[in-house]
């Protein structure tokens, strides 16, 4: 990712509608679909700034990696330990058949080959173990905010199964999230590009449109993983080894 994303990430994911709101859906989904053992050993690969460890760590113990030398001292210090650089598709050092949860959130589309990337992962589960995956959703909606993030592809269900399944995984609860403002985002990416104004900075709105934005977006908690969702800006699932028990 460019270093001004790393830099908007470390100043506004304590405030930001998005990073908020989304950290409390997706403890709300593993708690409903994760059927994680107590006390799970948890590594995030992509971490960034750390700012969904401490919401990992309600679920056990979090190991993290981050390659960005400054996010991962930032993330180092809010988890207070040394976070890891191993990269995909290698996680070189990463401990295999030792986790119970591996989360990757919105990081498989940086990889260019996301199937050894997957694999890769897969190596690292306990048996029982599963992937938290969200990735970007709707390759149309292409735009600057994906060229800045480094951005392989965009997703749609079909090709994020179809990766999963070549990587010898198997996708369970996989759906839309972020659906309720999708309307918005899918207006705000076609404006910019009919006017030729696409904009990359995703840095907070005024407080007021914040905090609503933050509100609806937080209602999709009691839905996510229990409801099939209309289209939506990402997509989630949580991925096993085939033949595996879930």
Same mark, same amino acid.
């Given at each position: 990712?460019?270093?001004?994303?790393?830099?908007?990430?470390?100043?506004?994911?304590?405030?930001?509608?998005?990073?908020?709101?989304?950290?409390?859906?997706?403890?709300?989904?593993?708690?409903?679909?994760?059927?994680?053992?107590?006390?799970?050993?948890?590594?995030?690969?992509?971490?960034?700034?750390?700012?969904?460890?401490?919401?990992?760590?309600?679920?056990?113990?979090?190991?993290?990696?981050?390659?960005?030398?400054?996010?991962?001292?930032?993330?180092?210090?809010?988890?207070?330990?040394?976070?890891?650089?191993?990269?995909?598709?290698?996680?070189?050092?990463?401990?295999?058949?030792?986790?119970?949860?591996?989360?990757?959130?919105?990081?498989?589309?940086?990889?260019?080959?996301?199937?050894?990337?997957?694999?890769?992962?897969?190596?690292?589960?306990?048996?029982?173990?599963?992937?938290?995956?969200?990735?970007?959703?709707?390759?149309?909606?292409?735009?600057?905010?994906?060229?800045?993030?480094?951005?392989?592809?965009?997703?749609?269900?079909?090709?994020?199964?179809?990766?999963?399944?070549?990587?010898?995984?198997?996708?369970?609860?996989?759906?839309?999230?972020?659906?309720?403002?999708?309307?918005?985002?899918?207006?705000? &990416?076609?404006?910019? &590009?009919?006017?030729?104004?696409?904009?990359?900075?995703?840095?907070?709105?005024?407080?007021?449109?914040?905090?609503?934005?933050?509100?609806?977006?937080?209602?999709?908690?009691?839905?996510?993983?229990?409801?099939?969702?209309?289209?939506?800006?990402?997509?989630?699932?949580?991925?096993?080894?085939?033949?595996?028990?879930?």
């Amino acid at each position: 990712m460019d270093r001004i994303v790393y830099d908007r990430m470390a100043a506004h994911d304590s405030t930001h509608w998005w990073y908020t709101a989304r950290r409390d859906i997706l403890a709300d989904y593993l708690v409903r679909e994760g059927h994680l053992p107590k006390d799970a050993r948890i590594l995030e690969i992509g971490c960034g700034t750390g700012h969904n460890l401490p919401m990992l760590a309600a679920f056990g113990t979090v190991d993290a990696i981050e390659i960005d030398p400054a996010a991962r001292d930032i993330a180092s210090a809010r988890l207070g330990k040394p976070v890891g650089a191993a990269p995909l598709p290698e996680l070189t050092g990463v401990e295999r058949g030792s986790y119970d949860l591996i989360a990757v959130l919105d990081v498989v589309e940086h990889i260019q080959d996301d199937v050894a990337a997957l694999q890769a992962m897969a190596t690292c589960l306990r048996p029982g173990g599963k992937i938290l995956i969200t990735v970007p959703a709707h390759q149309w909606m292409w735009s600057a905010h994906d060229v800045v993030n480094h951005h392989h592809r965009r997703y749609s269900k079909a090709s994020l199964i179809a990766a999963i399944r070549a990587a010898g995984l198997e996708p369970a609860k996989l759906g839309y999230f972020n659906s309720l403002l999708f309307p918005l985002a899918a207006a705000a &990416r076609l404006a910019g &590009r009919l006017t030729g104004k696409d904009d990359s900075d995703d840095s907070p709105p005024p407080k007021i449109v914040n905090t609503l934005f933050e509100a609806i977006f937080r209602l999709e908690r009691h839905l996510v993983g229990r409801v099939p969702m209309s289209p939506g800006v990402s997509i989630i699932t949580l991925a096993s080894p085939a033949g595996s028990a879930r």
